[in-house]
């Protein structure tokens, strides 16, 4: 079952632009991660946030969370060509046993970065 | 360190047919899990491990066998080939399953004529 939702499904800007990216999800989580995948790649880890953190920064990117709203957001400042990608996030749910059960994932956004 | 490696990376299987995916990582990671990836669907998990010796089923896990021997290895097997299993299957590892970030491997694209 899907537990994260991305929107958009597709987003085009300049290379320079920022991009942000939404993820809405359904049920209470021990933490919400970001992947990006380049086509024909495995999924690469962006960014984990915890349920008891609002923001998070790593580089170009800045994760939001927001759990009364059940939503986070991936921002991803002056955008490259190199950053065309689809990124997912994904959710670790509260009741996930201890982990095993693993992570529900979204359909994800495509980026495309116009150079 | 090479990660989660996975192999083959294509194949194409006849309907009832069978194969191993194989899968393996080097970074001592208790968890390793299986997720096929559907266009539009986004990742699904197939089964996975919290150790050696220990195996469970995930949301999809029909058509599918998992065996853990040792932490380095987590072979996928499909039994009987079907069409429906047409998909990029995808092996990843963690330290603390889904309390913190998943390796994934390249992936194996697999299609069932």
């Known amino acids: 079952s899907q537990q994260g939702e991305e929107d958009p499904q597709a987003l085009s800007i300049q290379e320079g632009e920022n991009a942000t990216m939404n993820c809405s999800y359904k049920?209470?989580?021990?933490?919400l991660q970001w992947y990006r995948q380049n086509s024909g790649r495995g999924l690469v880890h962006l960014i984990l946030?915890?349920?008891?953190?609002r923001e998070k920064h790593s580089g170009r990117l800045r994760v939001t969370l927001d759990t009364s709203k059940k939503s986070s957001s991936l921002l991803i400042t002056a955008s490259r060509a190199a950053d065309t990608a689809s990124y997912f996030c994904?959710?670790?749910?509260?009741?996930?046993?201890?982990?095993?059960?693993?992570?529900?994932f979204g359909k994800g956004t495509h980026l495309i970065i116009q150079p | 360190n090479a990660g989660v490696t996975q192999t083959p990376k294509f194949q194409v299987l006849k309907t009832g047919q069978s194969m191993t995916l194989q899968c393996a990582q080097d970074?001592?990671?208790?968890?390793m899990s299986w997720y096929r990836q559907d266009p539009g669907m986004g990742l699904r998990l197939i089964h996975y491990?919290?150790?050696?010796?220990?195996?469970d089923q995930g949301e999809v896990p029909n058509g599918y066998n998992v065996s853990r021997s040792t932490t380095e290895d987590f072979p996928l097997r499909l039994l009987s080939a079907a069409p429906s299993q047409t998909s990029v299957y995808f092996c990843?590892?963690?330290?603390?399953?889904?309390?913190?970030?998943?390796?994934f491997g390249n992936g194996t694209r697999l299609t069932v004529t």
């Open positions: 990843a590892s963690s330290l603390q399953g889904s309390h913190s970030p998943l390796h």
């Open positions: 049920t209470s989580i021990n933490n």
């Open positions: 946030i915890r349920s008891n953190e």
């Open positions: 994904a959710t670790d749910a509260l009741e996930s046993g201890g982990g095993a059960d693993g992570l529900t």
């Open positions: 970074m001592n990671h208790e968890y």
């Open positions: 491990s919290v150790g050696a010796g220990i195996t």
